[in-house]
């Protein structure tokens, strides 16, 4: 069994609907358990800062899933939600991107675990925390921008 923990965003349409859809489909998936999941953030868009603010939170899952089969499962959840690669770094109806995978460190084409850019996104780290209190080595760039939106007492009330 592998533990893999997914960062999910979104600054497009009815935000919250499409973070709750793209987990419902993770429960949903027969390789994947949804283990946890954090509170949901309002985060200023970082990197193309000329774009809506997201809802940004992170899963922590179980699967049987390779980290490159997972990637295909996210990256069709995005096609599923009506993702569009308008503007590479601008608005998405919905992200997933995989932070960690086991202990692994991997560099593909496709896929870099950990996820390169993670440890300098609070709105990564802040959620990622909620979900993985053993990572509190890490140290939380700036929360600025980064505003608690909404906590859950688990996935069943999410
Ligand atoms: N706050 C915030 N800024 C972002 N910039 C990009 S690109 N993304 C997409 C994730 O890589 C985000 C995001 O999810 N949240």
Redesign the pocket.
């Known amino acids: 069994m592998n533990e893999s923990y997914l ?1 999910l ?1 979104s ?1 497009m349409g009815n935000r919250l609907e499409m973070l709750k859809q793209a987990v419902r489909i993770l429960a949903e998936h027969t390789s994947i358990e949804v283990v946890a999941i954090s509170s949901l953030y309002e ?6 800062t000329k774009q809506d ?2 809802l ?1 939170m992170v899963v922590r899952i179980r699967t049987t899933l390779a980290a490159l089969e997972l990637l295909d499962v996210c990256q069709e959840i995005e096609l599923e939600l009506h993702r569009e690669r308008l503007v590479r ?1 601008g608005p ?1 109806t919905i ?1 997933l ?1 995989i932070l960690l995978y086991n202990q692994d460190a991997m560099e593909t084409e496709r896929l870099i675990v950990p996820h390169p850019r993670m440890h300098e ?1 609070a ?1 990564v780290l802040i959620p990622l925390l909620e979900v993985n209190p053993s990572l509190k080595g890490f140290n939380l760039p700036d929360p600025q ?1 980064v505003q608690l939106w909404k906590s859950y007492d688990g996935v069943d009330t999410f």
């Open positions: 960062s965003g600054n985060t200023e868009p970082v990197g193309f603010p997201f940004n770094w998405r992200d991107d996104r709105f921008g």
